[in-house]
């Protein structure tokens, strides 16, 4: 019988001094070095929201998993809390490679990096301008946060949202603390980062059901950097590191299309894994199809059990 697979706890710092949590996964068979996939999640959310299925998944095959939580959320520490910085988490996915290479168990030239949704964005970041990954998973991602935006908010809207922006700017100039919205309401025409009724529904749901510690809010100043950040500026740069997207085809969170046009700049090897739901169904129905996918990739470029 193979061992079972087992679960830790760690913890790593990174190069500015933040202490980031979460769990390695050990494969169940007896011996390594494993290959190893570096995951955290997407926009607000912590790793009790599925990332421990899809851990498990990768785990079985073979893969070592070191999977975090983004500085601020979660386990982890860093202030302001609730704050979603783009590019210090892509920095932190790199802080996070540096840590799985020093693990016993891993292979440090076998290395990928998952992520899904605004995490989905960080790995397309990551694999084009770090060459220790030699494989990347980019599932539901945020490819265009300006292109994102003009989907979400309202015409009418976007001059409003810009004055909050500038009047937290001169608070924060004060002294004051970073003012707080909700990540998702229950109404379509409440206040919200990620508006949308799927949006409430799965957070709210996957909260109550799986991640208690979950907050639902977020600094208005991560919406205003969401809006300036554009992964697909270095899509074509990561080969030729291999590159899987999964896209939902009812994507309202990160539309399909968006994502699509994005996948065409991408260079060989690439490939491309469509779900026939929206955004949250890549972790509960589509899981199957998400999953099985990924677990083909990384075994074809890193190797595995």
């Known amino acids: 019988m193979p061992d079972a697979i ?3 706890d760690i913890a790593f710092r990174t190069e500015d001094g933040i202490t980031l949590r979460g769990w390695f996964y050990r494969p169940p068979v007896a011996e390594g070095p494993f290959p190893v996939v570096v995951m955290a999640h997407g926009f607000s959310a912590v ?3 599925y990332l421990d299925r899809f851990a498990e998944a990768f785990a079985d095959a073979g893969l070592a998993c070191l999977v975090f939580d983004n500085r601020g959320f979660g386990a982890s520490d860093g202030c302001p809390r609730q704050e979603a910085d783009p590019w210090r988490q892509v920095r932190d996915y790199r802080d996070a490679i540096t840590f799985a290479e020093t693990r016993p168990e891993v292979d440090a030239e076998r290395i990928g990096v998952w992520g899904s949704s605004y995490s989905g964005g960080h790995v397309l970041v990551v694999g084009a301008i770090d060459r220790r990954v030699r494989c990347v998973v980019s599932q539901v991602p ?12 309202h015409a009418d809207q976007v001059a409003g949202l810009r004055d909050m922006f500038h009047a937290d700017r ?27 009724r799927d949006a409430w529904a799965w957070f709210t749901e996957t909260a109550l059901t799986r991640a208690a ?19 697909n500026a270095y899509i074509a740069q990561i080969s030729p590191t291999p590159l899987l997207m999964v896209v939902a085809l009812q994507d309202c969170v990160t539309p399909a299309d968006i994502a699509l046009s994005a996948y065409q700049l991408a260079m060989e090897p690439k490939r491309l894994v469509t779900l ?30």
């Open 6 to 8: 087992n679960r830790a």
């Open 47 to 49: 790793k009790e929201m």
């Open 142 to 153: 945020l490819v265009s946060g300006h292109a994102n935006a003009a989907r979400m908010i």
């Open 170 to 196: 001169r608070a924060r100039l004060a002294g004051a603390e970073p003012m707080l919205i909700p990540v998702v309401a229950v109404a379509p025409s409440d206040p919200a980062a990620l508006p949308g």
């Open 213 to 231: 510690g979950w907050r639902n809010a977020i600094t208005l100043r991560s919406v205003e950097m969401y809006t300036e950040y554009e992964p």
């Open 276 to 305: 026939p739901g929206g955004h949250f169904d890549a972790y509960t129905v589509g899981f199957g199809i998400a999953s099985d996918a990924a677990v083909d990739w990384l075994r074809t470029y890193l190797g595995g059990g």
